[in-house]
């Protein structure tokens, strides 16, 4: 059985050298704004991906053929991103190892049984090889451990770079529990949420984020929450700072007591991996465009100018 999700199920046994890193023109910044000290800006590299590969109005192809959407498009809107909210940030993608799940499938046999990959078109996956060689040409750290998932990888440089302003590009939820006075999370239809945006939008606080979502359950990630207890009801119950502890006497939270407590540490993120790299302080440079970094690895001409309208 599979222990992790769409990086599970995709065979990847190849690594890419890139071949023409000379075309490359990439932009030393700073400047005033060293000085102010350099935030980290964290990237879910799958949930980046997925949204890369699916949505495109239309495809980028290789001189050979190949589908280059996800691969294009993955730099696309990572430059972006960090154009809007990780200007001289230093950047770090992260990615699910292909034991991602281990983990929290040895505590709870049914974590995420609710996805099925067995029919599902997964070759978006398959360029990861490319999507990580881009990354590597440009100096933009990247990291898969082999048996965490990104979110527990995040949590644990967010831990490191304690002090430091820390931005995490997600439209994953469960980055919410991280969010503090110097972190935030930034989605593209979210924008920035920070702690008043969840207290405003939800009734909880950041920390309190693990118990709303163990009581009212979290569909994405087969968290079935207790029956007749929403969003809304949970935050109801967790007033005045409460955690589930506080409710164990409550005769609906007692009667389903063994399932609460284990969801809402299925859903906490873990903070200590063992990282091969930690934040450096370094700003990251500023990145050239993706229809260059298709020319570096060899899959389109260095003239092409089909990117444009991708920019």
């Avoid at 060689?133 to 440089?157: F, K, P, R, Y």
């Avoid at 007591?257 to 063992?274: A, F, K, Q, S, T």
Wanted: net charge negative.
């Amino acid at each position: 059985m599979a222990r992790g999700g769409a990086r599970a199920h995709t065979n990847i046994d190849r690594v890419v050298v890139p071949l023409r890193p000379e075309g490359l023109t990439i932009r030393e910044d700073g400047g005033l704004f060293a000085e102010l000290g350099t935030p980290l800006f964290c990237v879910d590299g799958n949930n980046l991906l997925w949204r890369a590969a699916h949505g495109n109005p239309a495809p980028f192809t290789a001189d050979d053929g190949r589908d280059l959407t996800p691969l294009f498009r993955f730099i696309t809107l990572l430059r972006r991103a960090l154009g809007s909210y990780g200007v001289f940030a230093e950047c770090i993608v992260c990615f699910d190892g292909a034991d991602a799940w281990s983990g929290r499938l040895d505590v709870d046999a049914t974590y995420k049984a609710n996805r099925s990959y067995e029919n599902a078109d997964l070759s978006f996956m398959g360029w990861l090889p490319e999507i990580r060689a881009a990354l590597d040409l440009i100096g933009v750290e990247n990291i898969e451990v082999a048996d965490s998932e990104a979110d527990d990888v995040i949590a644990t440089l967010t831990t490191l770079a304690a002090g430091r302003h820390v931005r995490i590009l997600s439209t994953d939820r469960d980055y919410y529990q991280l969010v503090s006075p110097t972190t935030t999370v930034v989605g593209p239809r979210t924008g920035i949420v920070d702690e008043a945006r969840i207290v405003a939008n939800y009734g909880v606080t950041a920390s309190q984020w693990c118990d709303l979502r163990a009581l009212a359950g979290d569909p994405s990630d087969g968290i079935g929450g207790i029956p007749g207890i929403g969003m809304s009801r949970a935050a109801a119950m967790l007033a005045g700072g409460k955690s589930i502890d506080d409710l164990r006497n409550d005769p609906l939270v007692a009667a389903h007591w063994d399932d609460v407590d284990r969801w809402r540490d299925l859903i906490r993120v873990r903070r200590d991996v063992p990282l091969p790299v930690e934040p450096t302080g370094v700003a990251t440079r500023r990145l050239p465009s993706p229809s260059a970094l298709c020319a570096a690895l060899g899959l389109v001409g260095s003239s092409s100018g089909r990117a444009s309208r991708y920019l």
